[in-house]
């Protein structure tokens, strides 16, 4: 322990190295059901000429790195390390937010910005982003678009991977490039900024799409040390309402038909157990909330921007209400006693620092994987029988679906709460959790993002694609020590 | 060296005796100019070498048959598809030519909204099926009659449509993908058996390998089938039309507009374009009839529109003081084309379109608004289906500067750059004197808007010695004007790193002299480790940019 604390103690200096047991224990386990170990200690880094010394440090002595960024509370297990004597890299304390360019919509930040320093700093500019589903106030940006988490506007998303642009990287094996546009030309974002270069496309620079090999990887190939993020000129008009169903079925042909015609800003579906999680303040609210709100709900944005703002919104608001009238369903801006708007309000900003879907019971345990649309309704439905059977209360599962990538997939995701002190019901949570993953895999779910046991259930499906990722692994990371044991260790 | 009988009769196993040929007949015509760009009819003095087989496969898995022989044997192979461009055709002695045209069929999912297409599924079948369930394509500028799968798997794939559909990237879902050795990779939700939705992951996205910015020009493998995303078509299930050929016109309804939209200058023009990137309105934006020459455009569209035109008909209409006055108009010009979705979409992005041009000083041609030029230009623009135009003035063009950089960088220095083309035009007459700006490209070549992709046609004719390399040096010298500038590489010299101007590859020695002098080396020598580990037995050429040692 001496040994390593005084090698990471010369790189980042005294102060930023932990050893505390108790601190690292915080770090060793998450709030998911996915087991984790105490890391060997945590480093605090500031720069990327820190991280590329700890990583060469750690190739010289086969020391596992597991790279965080976010603050704590973590729910998806990636972050604990899944190997003993792991080194924590905590890139939280790059706070900088290293330009913002207002006409090209563009802005490069450090991993430890949060979605709350973003969008102020945005706001400023008269920019905004598109953000995942009410994320917790210490989330990092940077984790989040790699981890490619779904944005509430599918419609700008012209990938799947964005608003992510170009990134710094240092790989595993210690070599540090930037990816994308920003990788064609000299190493030195202000000499780009002076040539006007944004770190705009992310693709390459040449036949090989390195930012792919980041996102989606759970840090197992590198540690990126800024990003760039392509963002929104802030509405000036922006409008919100709820379509109700009772089935789900209504709302997928209104999604469909919606989204079919680049209609709307944000839009997602959610069922009332959702809805009532997502907007109420205590754990009392929730059943009452519930019961007040119709079954199923799609949520729809319309936002004007710059050009004739109002003209816009109440163009697709009068299109969508008859896209919605056309599926026998109606467009109110409020339903069940909650507005459409603030919805909008507590799903589009960031919120406390624990997730909001710890609200009813203390904890909670989420299933996502991406499908199609028309793909759903079997996934609910076979979710609430499952339930059923294994004594999870099924009107407890909350369900959120959100287009991604144009509306090409959605983001499938169920909500289980359940109380943590409570050693049966946790049980019982994480069987259902299980047995519902495995299910799902059976189905044909996609875990596009497979943390935890949904990378063995995914990733053993496909021998050549994994064999590829091993070779890819081999190459970037050839000692492996980029947060070993995630990914099924490949 | 030819091949040995067992080897031909080992392919001929794969695919039957009707879908290979060593005849010399056959093998000549799979041979074109080596160009310097990534396709159009450029300066050359030699042609690509001459394949020992052309090689016909009909499914995945004789294409798997095909690549395995190759590894067994040490052979390099190079599929294609449409060959419009010389990036599709083979560049060493002991190769075999795929020509990939027996496999063609197009799935498309309409609810979910894109196609599976095989290699020679081409832009214009894609559209005409897509459009039957009010969807769309898009067609890169190489036009309608080029294979989707080529543009996804091969080159970059961006066009006129790309503002509101993206760019191939972009577009590209879950594809199906013979690897150099062999192996077949499925990407993304194919992999698992879950569909063609999604192209990315599960975790990092082993579709990393198979193209990025730019695809991998058939140096990577061999894409089987590819799921691309289609788009809303708010029109008819076919583009109805009029008139005769070749000046066919689009009877689209009226949520169909096509303006020219033109600007005082060119701060006003990036400034403008960014608006419209910005404003999300537009289903098309391109700037095309520029191709032809700043003095000479309308003429060239008068010509164009007349059945009976004729080039030599240009003389007269250049001195047409009406035509004159109204390419004078249209000096600094953009083709647009809105799509309403309804009538109040229709309705709301005219009324954005008119708020960008007065925000900026724009107008809107009026004589592009003749509703007999508005229709020819629905039809040219939706379909891309005249890129016979392209090589009309001297049989053969060259792009050129491809001022590719963001809107406002490459606005800036439009003029400088048509002044140095129209010196060289006046000076020299090996290239066609068309006024100097001869700028056409896209308004991005990323969706929602970005960096742009133009190119000065440069009209020279390919079969004149003199003009070929008269071309050649004009562009060593805009070469040079852009590395004064700092703008990069010249469009006329994208693809000089990749195949040696004798029609070969390079050696590894010679890529990395190139490469070792990148600004970030270690993009060309991840390459090569990629490389290295999915094609260990390198057979497939040097279009895959490598570098071996940093
Ligand atoms: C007139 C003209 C205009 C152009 N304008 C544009 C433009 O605006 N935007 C743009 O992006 N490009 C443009 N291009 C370039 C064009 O996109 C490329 O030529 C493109 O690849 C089109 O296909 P092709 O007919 O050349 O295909 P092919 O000759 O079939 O192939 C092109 C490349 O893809 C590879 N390839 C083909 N099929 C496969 C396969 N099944 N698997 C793996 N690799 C494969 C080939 O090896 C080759 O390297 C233009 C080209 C021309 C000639």
Same mark, same amino acid.
Request: hydrophobic content about 40%.
């Given at each position: 322990?001496?040994?390593?604390?005084?090698?990471?103690?010369r790189?980042?200096?005294?102060e930023?190295?932990c050893?505390?047991?108790?601190?690292l224990s915080?770090?060793s386990q998450?709030k998911?059901?996915?087991p984790?170990?105490p890391?060997?200690?945590?480093?605090?880094v500031?720069?990327?000429?820190?991280?590329?010394?700890?990583?060469k440090?750690?190739n010289?002595?086969?020391t596992?790195?597991?790279?965080?960024?976010?603050?704590?509370?973590?729910?998806k297990?990636?972050?604990?390390?899944?190997?003993?004597?792991?080194v924590?890299?905590d890139?939280?304390?790059?706070?900088k937010i290293?330009?913002?360019?207002r006409?090209y919509?563009?802005?490069v930040?450090?991993p430890g910005v /949060?979605?709350?320093?973003?969008?102020?700093?945005?706001?400023?500019e008269g920019?905004?982003?598109?953000?995942?589903?009410?994320t917790?106030?210490?989330?990092s940006?940077v984790?989040?678009?790699?981890?490619?988490?779904?944005?509430?506007?599918?419609?700008?998303?012209?990938?799947?991977?964005?608003p992510?642009?170009c990134?710094?990287?240092t790989?595993?094996?210690g070599?540090?490039m930037?990816t994308?546009e920003?990788?064609?030309?000299?190493m030195?974002?202000?000499?780009?900024?002076?040539e006007?270069?944004?770190?705009?496309?992310p693709?390459?620079?040449?036949m090989l799409?390195?930012y792919?090999?980041? /996102?989606?990887?759970?840090?197992?190939?590198?540690?990126? /040390?800024?990003?760039?993020v392509?963002?929104?000129?802030?509405?000036q008009?922006?409008k919100?309402?709820i379509?109700?169903?009772?089935?789900?079925?209504?709302?997928?042909?209104?999604?469909?038909?919606v989204?079919?015609?680049?209609?709307?800003?944000?839009?997602?579906i959610?069922?009332?157990?959702?809805?009532?999680?997502?907007?109420?303040d205590?754990?009392?609210?929730?059943d009452?909330?519930?019961?007040q709100l119709?079954?199923w709900m799609?949520?729809?944005?319309?936002a004007?921007?710059?050009?004739?703002?109002?003209e816009?919104?109440a163009a697709?608001e009068?299109d969508?209400?008859e896209i919605?009238?056309?599926?026998?369903?109606?467009?109110?801006?409020?339903v069940g006693?909650?507005?459409?708007?603030?919805?909008?309000?507590?799903?589009?900003?960031p919120?406390?620092?624990?997730?909001?879907?710890?609200?009813?019971?203390?904890?909670?345990?989420?299933i996502?994987?991406?499908t199609?649309?028309?793909?759903?309704?079997?996934?609910?439905?076979?979710?609430?029988?499952?339930?059923?059977?294994?004594?999870?209360?099924?009107?407890?599962?909350?369900?959120?679906?959100q287009?991604?990538n144009m509306?090409?997939s959605?983001h499938?995701s169920?909500t289980l709460?359940?109380?943590?002190?409570c050693?049966?019901?946790t049980?019982? /949570?994480?069987?259902?959790f299980?047995?519902?993953?495995?299910?799902?895999?059976?189905?044909g779910?996609?875990y596009?993002?497979?943390y935890?046991?949904?990378?063995?259930l995914?990733?053993?499906?496909?021998?050549q694609?994994?064999?590829v990722?091993?070779?890819?692994?081999?190459?970037f990371d050839?000692?492996?020590?980029?947060n070993?044991?995630?990914l099924c260790?490949? | 060296?030819?091949?040995?009988r067992?080897?031909?009769q080992?392919?001929?196993?794969?695919?039957?005796?009707?879908?290979?040929?060593?005849d010399i007949?056959?093998?000549?015509s799979?041979?074109?100019?080596?160009?310097?760009?990534?396709?159009?009819r450029?300066p050359?003095?030699?042609?690509?070498?001459?394949?020992?087989?052309?090689?016909?496969?009909g499914?995945t898995k004789?294409?798997q048959?095909?690549?395995?022989l190759?590894?067994?044997?040490?052979?390099q192979f190079?599929?294609s598809?449409?060959f419009?461009?010389?990036?599709?055709y083979?560049?060493?002695?002991?190769?075999?030519?795929l020509?990939?045209r027996?496999?063609?069929?197009?799935?498309?999912?309409p609810?979910?909204m894109?196609a599976?297409v095989?290699?020679?599924?081409?832009?214009a079948?894609?559209?005409?099926?897509?459009?039957?369930?009010?969807?769309?394509i898009?067609?890169p500028?190489v036009?309608?009659?080029?294979s989707?799968?080529?543009?996804?798997?091969?080159?970059?794939?961006f066009g006129?449509?790309t503002?509101?559909?993206?760019a191939?990237?972009?577009?590209m879902?879950?594809?199906?993908?013979?690897?150099?050795?062999g192996?077949?990779?499925?990407t993304?939700?194919?992999?698992?058996?879950?569909?063609?939705?999604?192209g990315?992951?599960?975790?990092?996205?082993?579709?990393?390998?198979?193209r990025?910015?730019?695809?991998?020009a058939?140096?990577?493998g061999?894409?089987?089938?590819?799921?691309?995303?289609?788009?809303?078509w708010?029109?008819?299930?076919y583009?109805p039309?009029?008139?005769?050929?070749?000046?066919y016109?689009?009877?689209?309804?009226?949520?169909?507009?096509?303006?020219?939209?033109?600007f005082p200058?060119?701060?006003?023009?990036a400034?403008g374009l960014?608006?419209?990137h910005?404003a999300?309105?537009?289903y098309l934006?391109h700037r095309?009839?520029?191709?032809?020459g700043? *003095?000479?455009?309308?003429a060239?569209?008068?010509?164009?529109?007349?059945?009976?035109?004729q080039?030599?008909?240009?003389?007269?209409y250049?001195? *047409?003081?009406?035509l004159?006055?109204a390419?004078?108009?249209m000096?600094? *010009?953009?083709?647009v084309?809105?799509a309403?979705m309804?009538?109040?979409d229709?309705?709301?992005?005219?009324?954005?379109?008119?708020?960008?041009?007065?925000?900026?000083?724009g107008?809107k041609?009026?004589f592009m608004?003749?509703?007999?030029?508005?229709?020819?230009?629905?039809?040219?623009?939706l379909?891309?289906?005249h890129?016979?135009?392209?090589?009309?003035?001297?049989g053969?063009y060259?792009?050129?500067?491809?001022?590719s950089g963001?809107?406002f960088?490459?606005?800036?220095?439009?003029?400088?750059?048509?002044?140095?083309?129209?010196?060289?035009?006046?000076?020299?007459?090996?290239i066609?004197?068309?006024g100097?700006?001869?700028?056409?490209?896209?308004?991005?070549?990323m969706?929602?808007g970005?960096?742009?992709?133009?190119?000065f046609?440069?009209?020279?004719?390919?079969?004149?010695k003199?003009?070929?390399?008269?071309?050649?040096?004009?562009f060593?010298?805009?070469q040079?004007?852009?590395?004064?500038?700092?703008?990069?590489?010249?469009?006329?010299?994208?693809?000089?790193?990749?195949?040696?101007p004798?029609?070969y590859?390079?050696?590894?020695e010679?890529q *990395?002299e190139?490469f070792?002098?990148l600004a970030?080396?270690l993009?060309?020598?991840?390459q090569?480790?990629v490389?290295?580990?999915?094609n260990?037995?390198?057979?497939?050429?040097?279009?895959y940019?490598?570098?071996?040692?940093?």
């Open positions: 322990m001496e040994k390593i604390q005084d090698a990471l103690t790189i980042v200096g005294a930023n190295v050893g505390d047991p108790k601190v915080e770090y998450d998911s059901f996915a984790g170990l890391p060997r200690c945590a480093v605090r500031h720069n990327a000429g820190e991280v590329g010394a700890v990583v440090w750690a010289e002595t086969r596992p790195l597991v790279s965080v960024s976010s603050q704590a509370p973590h729910y297990g990636d972050t604990a390390p899944g190997v003993p004597e792991a924590i890299v890139l939280s304390g790059m706070k290293l330009s913002i360019n006409k919509r563009m802005a930040i450090e /949060t979605y709350g320093e973003l969008l102020k700093a945005l706001a400023g920019l905004t982003l598109s953000v995942p589903l009410a917790r106030a210490g989330k940006v984790a989040s678009v790699l981890e490619t988490e779904p944005r509430l506007n599918a419609l700008h998303q012209w990938c799947d991977l964005d992510l642009r990134v710094e990287v790989w595993g094996d070599n540090r930037f994308g920003a990788g064609g030309s000299v030195d974002l202000e000499q780009q900024w002076k006007d270069k944004w770190q705009w496309e693709a390459g620079p040449m799409d390195f792919r090999l980041l /996102t989606g990887a759970q840090g197992t190939m590198g540690i990126v /040390t800024w990003a760039s392509r963002c929104e000129i802030m509405p008009a922006h919100a309402y379509v109700p169903a009772r089935k789900l079925e209504d709302l997928v042909d209104f999604a469909y038909n989204l079919r015609l680049r209609f709307s800003d944000e839009f997602f959610m069922n009332n157990t959702q809805m009532a999680y997502l907007m109420a205590k754990a009392g609210e929730v009452g909330l519930k019961e119709p079954p799609a949520v729809v944005g319309i004007g921007r710059e050009i004739l703002p109002e816009r919104v697709q009068a969508i209400s919605a009238q056309n599926c026998g369903l109606k467009m109110p801006e409020a006693g909650i507005s459409a708007e603030a919805v909008l309000r507590k799903a589009a900003r919120g406390g620092d624990a997730s909001w879907k710890e609200i009813y019971k203390g904890a909670f345990q989420d996502f994987f991406s199609t649309l028309d793909q759903t309704p079997k996934f609910i439905q076979a979710m609430g029988s499952l339930s059923s059977q294994e004594g999870y209360p099924v009107c407890d599962v909350g369900v959120y679906l287009p991604e509306g090409a959605y499938c169920f709460p359940y109380r943590a002190d050693a049966s019901e049980g019982k /949570t994480r069987e259902l299980v047995k519902a993953s495995m299910m799902f895999s059976r189905m779910a996609y596009f993002r497979p935890g046991i949904w990378s063995r995914q990733l053993n499906k496909d021998a694609g994994y064999q990722l091993q070779r890819l692994k081999g190459i050839p000692n492996g020590i980029m070993p044991g995630k260790n490949y | 060296m030819a091949l040995s067992e080897i031909y080992a392919f001929e196993a794969v695919v039957g005796a009707r879908n290979i040929s060593e007949g056959i093998c000549e799979y041979r074109a100019i080596p160009c310097q760009t990534s396709d159009h450029g050359f003095k030699q042609k690509t070498p001459l394949p020992q087989a052309v090689i016909l496969p499914s004789e294409v048959g095909i690549v395995r190759c590894n067994k044997y040490g052979i190079k599929a598809t449409t419009w461009s010389v990036m599709g083979i560049g060493s002695d002991y190769s075999v030519q020509d990939m027996r496999m063609r069929r197009i799935e498309i999912d609810k979910n894109y599976v095989e290699p020679y599924a081409i832009g079948v894609v559209q005409a099926e897509a459009m039957k369930y009010g969807l769309n898009n067609i500028g036009g309608c009659s080029s989707v799968a080529a543009s996804t798997a091969g080159w970059v794939g006129p449509q503002i509101f559909m993206g191939a990237t972009e577009n879902l879950a594809a199906e993908w013979v690897l150099p050795d192996e077949v990779l499925r993304g939700s194919l992999g698992a058996g879950s569909g063609w939705f999604c990315d992951g599960p975790g990092p996205s082993t579709r990393a390998i198979l990025a910015k730019q695809g991998t058939g140096s990577m061999i894409c089987t089938r590819v799921a691309v995303r289609l788009h809303p708010p029109g008819p299930a583009i039309s009029r008139g005769m050929a070749p000046a016109k689009a009877n689209l309804p009226d949520n169909f507009k096509a303006y020219t939209l033109c200058s060119w701060d006003a023009y400034e960014n608006l419209l910005q999300e309105i537009l934006g095309q009839f520029t191709m032809f700043r *003095d000479i455009k309308t060239m569209i008068k010509i164009l529109n007349d059945p009976d035109g080039l030599s008909d240009l003389e007269g250049v001195n *047409d003081p009406e004159k006055k390419n004078e108009d000096k600094i *010009d953009i083709q084309i809105i309403g309804t009538p109040r229709t309705e709301y992005k005219e009324k954005a379109l008119d708020r960008v041009l007065e925000m900026v000083g107008w041609s009026e608004m003749d509703p007999e030029i508005k229709d020819w230009v629905l039809m040219y623009l379909r891309m289906g890129k016979n135009l392209n090589y009309v003035m001297c053969g060259e792009g050129n500067f491809g001022l963001n809107v960088v490459s606005s800036s220095v439009m003029e400088e750059a048509s002044a140095l083309k129209k010196k060289w035009e006046d000076e020299h007459d090996y066609a004197q068309v100097g700006d001869s700028d056409m490209g896209s308004i991005t070549i969706g929602g970005g960096s742009t992709g133009w190119e046609f440069t009209h020279f004719d390919s079969y004149e003199e003009s070929v390399e008269g071309t050649a040096e004009f060593n010298a805009t040079e004007w852009m590395n004064q500038k700092k703008l990069g590489l010249d469009m006329g010299k994208w693809n000089q790193s990749a195949r040696r004798d029609g590859y390079f050696s590894q010679e *990395d190139m070792s002098k970030q080396p993009v060309a020598y991840y090569y480790r490389r290295e580990a999915f260990p037995n390198n057979l497939c050429g040097s279009y940019r490598t570098l071996s040692k940093v």
